[in-house]
């Protein structure tokens, strides 16, 4: 059985992390899995661009431009040039060796100029089993990644939330009417990372009538592992004797990350918590570090992280997560974090609550809840010494039961070995 997984990005993002783990998890699961993307980052033997040549790459550098050119005349504002995708601009992969010898085409995160509807269309009529792991809603909407509290989506897309003039007919709607032409017969099974994402796409018009599963991502639990705390700082020249919370993301100003609500939390608890001078933040990730200087505490930017190992160590240090994000779905940072014994709090929103159990292995927050936030961590702070220790193996120990590649990697085998024998649909 030959897998292929397809992706616009090799390892910028979590949708194109995950995709990676889970690529390299079947390989060690003795899978003969690759993957192809539009542009490598890094040497790594499974994975193949379709970039390869200087003009390749200017060309896949076009397509970005041109994908997002598409929606610069409808868009609401510049706060969602990156939230819908029209999926006009893309590139016929079809014929693409790979393709052809795949027995099965896995999809995960395929837009920005990768692949159109056009494209997709084109490879579900290969006839080939197609498993589709949604890191996002884009597959079953008109085009947005994340509806918010619009239901659209569940009919038929139109009178867009996210466009400048919605209407009945509007961008979302021709996008909704590509798909719904785009997958009829394809022999498709979409899988949800996150139970809460799964049961979206059920109630889709879309995705309905489909067999929509729901298995996590992995992550390798040897790799992502405890470090001593005390060794960790060390490792990152942290100071050793403080309380240090961590937040983390790929770009720390991106609305959705809720970094506005993580500041007026702080403030909160610099207020409220009787040791407040021994606080101090730890911060990784890409953006403007200018964003950090107005925060009430000391902090400790540590920039983008590309060393597994200083993640690790991070992550280590650190005496809880804060992850205050409005829309998520499955965060590997949640299962990062949890997984090296560091108890997170986040928002009740998406699938955080399918992997933080309040006061188990951290705290779940009222969702929007600044005072509920500063709350949380001023919980997790004051914890004695053993109940934490429980907290944080409560943590490691619910990731390498739920999460780890060998347990995930054994799901999708079996979810190959069915959508195969299943053949392809009845023609009409």
């Not at 896949?60 to 005349?73: G, N």
């Not at 983390?248 to 500041?263: D, E, H, I, T």
Request: neutral net charge; charged residues 15%.
């Amino acid at each position: 059985m030959k897998v292929l997984h397809l992706s616009t990005f090799h390892q910028f993002g979590g949708a194109a992390i995950a995709a990676s783990r889970l690529n390299q998890a079947l390989n060690r699961a003795g899978v003969s899995s690759a993957m192809l993307v539009s542009e490598t980052s890094a040497n790594e033997p499974t994975v193949t661009a379709l970039a390869q040549t200087a003009w390749q790459k200017r060309w896949a550098t076009a397509r970005f431009a041109l994908d997002r050119l598409t929606f610069l005349p409808f868009e609401r504002s510049r706060d969602v040039r990156f939230t819908f995708s029209p999926a006009l601009i893309g590139t016929d992969i079809s014929q693409h060796p790979l393709v052809q010898q795949a027995d099965i085409l896995h999809l995960h995160w395929t837009t920005f100029g990768f692949l159109s509807t056009r494209s997709l269309s084109n490879l579900f009529a290969l006839q080939k089993p197609v498993v589709w792991t949604m890191h996002d809603m884009w597959s079953f909407t008109g085009g947005c990644h994340h509806s918010g509290s619009c239901e659209g989506y569940q009919h038929q897309c139109g009178n867009c939330p996210f466009l400048r003039l919605p209407a009945p007919d509007d961008l979302s709607n021709s996008g909704w009417l590509r798909k719904q032409t785009a997958y009829q017969n394809a022999r498709l099974t979409p899988v949800g990372c996150s139970q809460w994402l799964a049961k979206r796409a059920r109630q889709s018009s879309l995705f309905g009538g489909l067999s929509v599963q729901s298995i996590p991502n992995p992550l390798d639990t040897h790799l992502f592992s405890p470090l001593e705390k005390t060794a960790a700082r060390q490792e990152l020249k942290l100071p050793t004797h403080k309380r240090l919370l961590l937040f983390a993301a790929a770009k720390v100003s991106a609305l959705g990350k809720g970094f506005a609500y993580f500041q007026q939390a702080l403030a909160l608890l610099r207020q409220q918590f009787p040791n407040a001078n021994d606080v101090e933040l730890l911060i990784f990730g890409g953006g403007d570090e200018s964003l950090l200087q107005e925060l009430p505490f000391n902090y400790h930017f540590l920039g983008s992280l590309k060393n597994p190992r200083q993640i690790v160590a991070a992550y280590s240090a650190a005496d809880l997560f804060v992850i205050p994000s409005l829309e998520e779905n499955l965060p590997n940072t949640i299962m990062e974090s949890m997984a090296c014994g560091t108890p997170v709090v986040g928002f009740e929103v998406g699938g955080i609550p399918e992997m933080v159990q309040h006061q188990q292995n951290g705290y779940l927050v009222q969702y929007r809840s600044v005072e509920d936030l500063a709350r949380g961590m001023q919980w997790v702070l004051e914890q004695p010494e053993a109940v934490f220790s429980q907290l944080a193996a409560n943590a490691r120990n619910y990731v390498v039961t739920h999460y780890d590649e060998a347990v995930i990697a054994r799901r999708y085998i079996e979810l190959y070995n069915s959508v195969t024998q299943a053949g392809p649909p009845p023609t009409p």
